[in-house]
């Protein structure tokens, strides 16, 4: 009978243990496939894939000096119940990290709203610092590695993107900033974003349910390496590209300088950059974002992408026009009426801002830069005898004109030349175009094309990339394009590089090179009047000269274009606005 009750109590036991083991599994199936709340919380306990991002590609000059330079940067990490556990000696830490008691103990006291979870509390430290950091082995601090793009030197302004050392401050507001993703926002790091920024690599690593890895911060295995970015060598000369920096300081324009034979181009300044050293602390991502939205300076580089009326630097082409299509003599000659206002055609009151001159050739029209020989001389060959079409279409076809000239990649845009004379008043239009204005064009492309002239005729692409690397590895290599074998005569190459020369020492120009005995420049300045937006507030000019040097064998071609508003009795002429800059 005992036998028999204890088979049934030991029979009702293991039914209680049967049901009890069947009603926790049944608990935990449940919630591991139906409960989306603890099926998360399972999952995120395991595994957790984290972006790595690669070092960021840097940018070279010519000779191999940084004008870009990614810098090794770490966050600072803090788990507060490993703080608890093994402690850290406040003074020692600030000193190691550069930071103020007050401010470490301040972001150690919101850590402690969630003990386990891995909180910043520095952003980019040095690598020295870390270094520094680890030997003093603080126990629940981790630095974490990234890469963030900073500034050795101001070099570069709006032709790589932005200048000056970019701290924490400024980064944290940068508006493509993101989780240490950075974004190249102008210029050439915005042109060549994808080769600068490499790709990214993906990190395992194993936390628990409170966001917290197990073990050091710093382990885990690699699911994917990060690829680093690649280095530019472009063609800059940091030392001119710093010169023209600071001439241009102050001032509203674009300053460019090539070397004539290689088309490389040693000097690009866009005048005003924006340099963050210049505004302070919180403030500056807050004028950055002002800077974006200003229309009256937007944030831009002038040299590639503002097209502009040229003025009288577009007499060169003019000259070109007459010599070689019109096949007009240097030694013809008109009466340009002692500067007063004159009728030319359709088009009235064209004048010259000088006085003094009345019936003048060739040579001494384009020394004094003359608008109304010009305008006579245009007019009567294209002009009365129907042939405005013939004119554009030299322009665009022997003197190349029209087009782009292989930067479009850095946000050059074609030209504003007419093609089609189904214009209002086209034979003004046809006189106006004559002396540079109905005209609009980058100053890379004016330059490009007094760069024929210093290079012998032959018209090639301005390069400003050399070399694409990875590591010490030529990946690419760019040289110029030939964009026309030659666009004149050997006659016309000739007399208008004697002409050009005239300009420097008889001419507009020979304020600054009239003196210059042991080198020979030739150059053409020019003026013109902005007509845009802002011509509801004022009359803006824009004050040009283009000039290369030595005359006989060109080393450099350069140019300087400034804007500038007009002040009541002031005059404005391209000389006296580019000279100064150019010599």
Partial sequence: MKSSEGFVRM????????????????RLAYIQLVDSKYNELAKANVLRHVVQYPPRGEVFDRNGEYLVQSRECYDLMVIYSEIDKHGFDTVRMCDVLGLSRGKLEKELANARMRPRAPRVVTSYISK???????????????????TVRRYPRKVGGNLLGFVGEVNADFLKRHPDYKSGDYVGMSGVESAYEPLLKGKKGVKIQEIDTHGAIKGSYMNGVYDSLPEPGKYIVST?????????????????????????????????????TYDPD??????????????????RQPLYNRAVRAKYPPG??????????????????????????????????????????????HVIDFRRAVASSSNVYFAKAIWERYGITGKKQEYSDFLHEKLHLGKTVGLERLGERAPSITADWKVPDPGVMLVKMSYGYR??????????????????????????????????RVEERFESRTLASSICSRAALREVQRCLELVCTQGTASLYFKDSTRLRVAAKTGTAQITDARSREGRYYLGSMIAYFPADNPRYTVLTTIETRAQAGKAYYGGPLAGPVVK
Avoid at 328 to 335: E, F, G, I, L
Avoid at 345 to 351: D, E, Q, V
Avoid at 444 to 470: C, H
Wanted: with cysteine; charged share 25%; glycine share 10%.
């Fill in 11 to 26: 029979r009702t036991l293991q039914g209680v243990v049967l049901f009890i083991f069947l009603l926790i599994a049944g």
């Fill in 128 to 146: 020295e610092d870390k270094l520094r950091f680890d030997e003093c082995n603080f126990r629940g601090f981790y630095a974490v590695y990234r």
């Fill in 236 to 272: 800059i000369d940091a030392r001119l590209q710093l010169l023209g920096e600071e001439l241009m300081r102050g001032k509203v324009g674009a300053a460019v300088a090539i070397e004539p034979s290689t088309g490389e181009i040693l000097m690009m300044v866009s005048s005003p």
């Fill in 278 to 295: 210049e505004l302070v602390g919180r403030e500056r991502g807050n004028n950055y974002m002002k800077m974006l939205g200003n229309k």
């Fill in 312 to 357: 009288s630097t577009f007499k060169l082409a003019t000259m070109l026009t007459l010599l070689d299509d019109a096949d007009m003599s240097p030694q013809t000659a008109y009466d340009t009426h002692n500067g007063d206002p004159v009728t030319v055609g359709p088009a009235k009151n064209i004048r010259d801002s000088h006085r003094g001159d």
């Fill in 439 to 472: 005209v609009r064009l980058a100053p890379i492309q004016m330059i490009t094309f007094y760069n024929a002239i210093a290079n012998g005729g032959k018209m090639i692409s301005p390069v400003l990339i050399r070399e694409l690397r990875r590591g010490d």
